[in-house]
């Protein structure tokens, strides 16, 4: 434990976004590894037992909740991952958002789906193989195909006279990666809860000439090259496998 | 320690949450001219003792858009209703009419702030003889311009 200390106090030395990401990542990770290991060493049995094996499906509630929030983004999320080898899961997430903001000068819209695609690795050690908690780091690479607009483009002019511009409208694709970390926890038996905290980088933020889009499905505001995101899931795994 | 860490990562969210931008009254194109002479065979500045700059409107009538004295530039908006702008100059008694024309584009200036129009500056004409050349020196003109740009030099 001192040792850890030691490292974080090193690490907080560490200066740039993509080292401070990093950071953020690894502290969450160890201080829940901590914590998972004091409760599965309540539970170890001696013997191993059956591992049960399959794709594990998931929902992100966070889309439901920014349905709330001002601008209002109506969206949904699915994911999908398998342990492939021991502690490696590929991940692939699907999903669709759309917003529309009203502003003094003009209107705002954006839609699209989007998919991500990438792997996380465990670093939870489980004595019991029935136990199939996870705590994980990875990765993500973000594709989102969308279409934003805006209308009623109003340019003020006291002298020549208040101009009104044609609509502007774009079909886009975004590109990003994300740096990745979070739990999985299995409340019953095949039902999972967890969060995911994401740290994304778009890759290219000049993919529309005219505006920067304020809202790219699956990533977020365009105006940031890099930004943090944030899901809680429920999973259920279809119990295919045991061995 | 763990506080610290807190605290640290609590900074990092909330730093890159927050963002203040300050936007114009209206996001008006403005044109920066400066008037010059030749002295020495080299363009030197020039200083008018009075300028008085009206703009024609199209279907509206004239009216007084600069005045100034004494000056050796001007910065007016340009017309995002033609491919190209027109203004009466007085200088003293002397006057004449400048021409500029343009394309221009639309462009997003923030989600703050909105849009504004970026004019490309494609010629300048002059008719009675008080200006006796121009040049461009900055084709674009966008709604933000700084203190130092300066688009056309008016050689008097």
Known sequence: ?243 | MLSRILIFIISILITSCISVEICDDDNNSMMVAKFMTMKDEMPADSTVASLSLYGIREGRPDSLLYNQDPTNNFKVPLDPHHDFTRFVLQIGEQTDTLELTHRQELYGISYDCGFGNLFTLDSIGYRTGMIKSAEIKNDMVDAETKEDDVHIWLFL
């Not at chain 1, 401070?20 to 201080?31: I, T």
């Not at chain 1, 695609?117 to 989102?144: C, P, Q, W």
């Not at chain 1, 940031?224 to 944030?230: C, P």
């Open chain 1, 1 to 243: 434990m001192i040792w850890l200390m030691l490292k974080l106090k090193r690490m907080m030395y560490i200066s740039g976004s993509f080292s401070k990401a990093v950071f953020v990542l690894l502290f969450l990770a160890v201080q829940g590894k901590v914590s998972a290991q004091e409760v599965s060493e309540q539970e170890v049995s001696e013997q191993d037992t059956l591992r049960t094996f399959g794709p594990r499906i998931g929902i992100d509630l966070v889309p439901f909740f920014y349905y709330f929030t001002e601008p209002k983004i109506i969206g949904a999320e699915l994911s999908v991952d398998f342990e492939i080898y021991k502690n490696l899961y590929p991940v692939f997430e699907l999903g669709y958002s759309s917003t529309s903001v009203s502003e003094e000068t003009f209107d705002y819209e954006s839609a699209g789906n989007y998919a991500r695609a990438g792997i996380d690795y465990n670093l939870l050690k489980l004595k019991d193989r029935s136990e199939h908690h996870i705590m994980t780091v990875g990765f993500r690479y973000g594709i989102s195909v969308f279409k934003h607009s805006s209308e009623n483009i109003l340019i003020y002019s006291d002298y020549w006279g208040d101009y009104i511009s044609e609509p502007h409208e774009n079909s886009l694709r975004g590109h990003w990666i994300e740096l990745v970390g979070g739990i999985k926890v299995e409340v019953v038996s095949n039902l999972y809860m967890g969060w995911l905290l994401r740290y994304k980088f778009l890759l290219n933020q000049n993919m529309d000439p005219v505006m920067i889009p304020a809202h790219i499905p699956g990533y977020g505001n365009g105006v940031d090259t890099s930004t943090f995101g944030f899901s809680y899931s429920i999973f259920y795994m279809i119990p295919l496998i045991k061995k």
